[in-house]
């Protein structure tokens, strides 16, 4: 083997390297377009982008998998009749243990919000998701879209 080729030869594997510590470093961050479903029927819903935003994270519907809703008809305020599309869902997140918590979610399909909590489960490629309100809770589980 030549010096030339055992260079490239180390350059490949240093590169495939770096590309595998990124992959890994994603799986450990829920940053990313994740699939919703319907909590009621579990049908395929949205995809809610999160991003990070001065410290918190935040969740933005990006796509409607299901245009039986595209505005939020139920909410009030300034969202009242918006588009889905752009709407964001998930705010105020910030790490806590091994999820992020302190934050809140917004339901279109009824309008209302509660708190959020969120934890990566399935070695990243799940986000178990959690609105309460008083004493109630209910998880959903996303899936990370690749």
């Avoid at 588009?83 to 998930?90: A, C, Q, S, T, Y």
Wanted: aromatic share 4%; net charge negative.
């Amino acid at each position: 083997m030549t010096f030339g080729s055992l260079m490239k030869l180390v350059a490949a594997a240093l590169l495939a390297s770096a590309f595998a510590s990124a992959a890994s470093a994603d799986a450990a961050s829920p940053l990313g377009k994740w699939r919703t479903y319907d909590p009621d029927t579990g049908a395929p819903k949205t995809v809610v982008e999160i991003a990070e935003t001065g410290g918190t994270l935040t969740g933005t519907i990006v796509e409607l998998l299901d245009e039986s809703e595209t505005t939020c008809a139920q909410c009030d305020g300034d969202r009242k009749n918006q588009p889905l599309v752009g709407m964001v869902i998930l705010w105020d997140l910030t790490p806590k243990g091994s999820g992020w918590s302190g934050g809140m979610i917004l339901r279109p399909a009824n309008g209302k919000t509660a708190n959020a909590s969120i934890e990566l489960t399935d070695g990243g490629a799940k986000l178990a998701v959690t609105g309460s309100r008083g004493i109630g809770s209910r998880t959903q589980t996303w899936d990370r879209v690749e």
